[in-house]
Each structure stands twice: as C-alpha cells, then as structure tokens.
C-alpha cells in the first residue's frame, strides 16, 4: 500500500519554457503532498506543502511564482517550474502521507505515518 | 543547531559486518521516527519506523530509539554489497514536516 506515482522521471527543456510534474496517491487518499528537490550528493530540501483545495505552503526562499503547485484532488498534486532556467535542473521529488493509517499501540500517543516518496523527475533545462 | 544530525561518511564496512547508522535530533517532543535508503540516481525507499524506545527488528534491519538522549540509530545485520547506499534519518516535527538529515554514505565492500 501507499504507493505514490510520479511523472515524467524524466524531462530536458530549454530555458524560458515551463515543466509541469504530476504526483499521484495511486491506492489512498492524500490532503496533503509534499514537494522536495535534491542537488548532486545533497539532501532532500522541501520546497512546499500541496493541501487540496487550497494554496500551497511555500518554505521560506522558494519563489512561489516560479513553482506553482496545485492540488486538485485527493490523489493529484502537479509542481509547474516556470520559466526554467539551467539553474532549476535538479532531482525533485514528491511524496505523500496515507493519514488514515492506524499506528501502533493503543491510540494513546500521536501516530505520524510515514511519507511514501515518488520515483521522482530529473529536471534538465538546457 | 541542525534538527536531524547524521555523520556524513561514508562509512565502509566489510561484507557480512554490522553497519551502525546513528541520528540525533533536537526537538523533544518528537514522536516518530524514520530511516529510508536512498540509492545514487533514484528516490528515498522508506526502511524502517519507530515510535517507542528500544529496539525493533524487520530482517536485517534493527532501529533502536532512546527519546531520552534523542537519539535514533540503525543496525544493519550481515552487511551486503547492495547495502551500499545514502541512509537518511527522518523525524517528525512540528508544523506537519518530516525533517531529514543529511544522510550517512554507507560502503560495504566484498
């Protein structure tokens, strides 16, 4: 189970256009996706939060504007780059939460499940 | 002070060997706590969750918690090659993120 599917894992484009990635929740439901990206032998950086049916949660330094997310439905969250610039070619990668799963235990502590990540889409623009 | 904190490497160890990832964190009142693998090229493959102190084991994989001294670490019994891989330490912190270190390196050799 939780098995989030990502599109394209792969993409070249030239600069000045824009790239749109789609993340998918293929067997739950998902409120809410996140958006990473990951330089060359770096970790993973989260760009912003995707909540259905309402505007995203950018982290501080990533430029709203130029990553424009949208998060339609309960299983679909698109990250659109653009105007790419040879400076945006990077790994991102998307992951998702199943938050009704029940935790271990009896309930009485806070369960988080944990995050299923995409395969993830290298970005090149030329 | 960085919130997930992980020895960089690369750690090498022998095959067959145990290989010891270790991870603190600094927020206390996290509750849940991750380990994923993620191989050169491709996307983080979660391994193993805890959410108690002391030890839990799947296959080769042993996490082990103490939220006392906030500290979370992996074993990895009978180390193979395919091991070799990035080791990132996840936590849970507030505001509904995941919080990642920067990933241990770890290099086992035949």
């Known amino acids: 189970g939780a098995v989030v599917s990502q599109h394209p894992s792969r993409v070249i484009c030239k600069s000045g256009t824009s790239v749109k990635i789609e993340c998918r929740s293929l067997?739950?439901?998902?409120?809410?996706m996140f958006w990473y990206r990951q330089f060359p032998k770096k970790s993973l950086m989260l760009m912003a939060t995707?909540?259905?049916?309402?505007?995203?949660?950018?982290e501080q330094g990533v430029e709203k504007d130029k990553f424009l997310i949208n998060h339609a439905s309960l299983t679909l969250s698109t990250l659109t780059v653009t105007s790419a610039h040879p400076e945006d070619s990077s790994f991102y990668i998307c992951?998702?939460?199943?938050?009704?799963?029940?935790?271990?235990?009896?309930?009485?502590?806070?369960?988080?499940?944990?995050?299923?990540f995409g395969n993830g889409t290298r970005l090149t623009v030329t | 002070q960085k919130e997930v904190e992980q020895n960089s490497g690369p750690l090498s160890v022998p095959e067959g060997a145990i290989a010891s990832l270790n991870c603190t964190y600094s927020d206390r009142g996290s509750q849940s706590f991750f380990w994923y693998r993620q191989y050169s090229g491709k996307s983080p493959e979660l391994i193993m969750s805890?959410?108690?102190?002391g030890d839990k084991e799947d296959g080769r994989f042993t996490a082990q918690l103490n939220k006392a001294s906030q500290y979370v670490s992996l074993l990895i019994r009978d180390s193979q090659p395919s091991d070799s891989a990035t080791y990132l330490c996840a936590v849970f912190g507030g505001y509904n993120k995941l919080i990642f270190g920067a990933g241990t390196r770890l290099a086992v050799h035949p």
């Open positions: 992951s998702a939460r199943d938050q009704h799963l029940r935790g271990p235990g009896d309930g009485s502590r806070p369960y988080n499940s944990p995050l299923h």
């Open positions: 805890i959410y108690s102190n």
């Open positions: 995707s909540n259905e049916g309402s505007k995203a949660t950018y």
């Open positions: 067997d739950f439901q998902a409120t809410t």
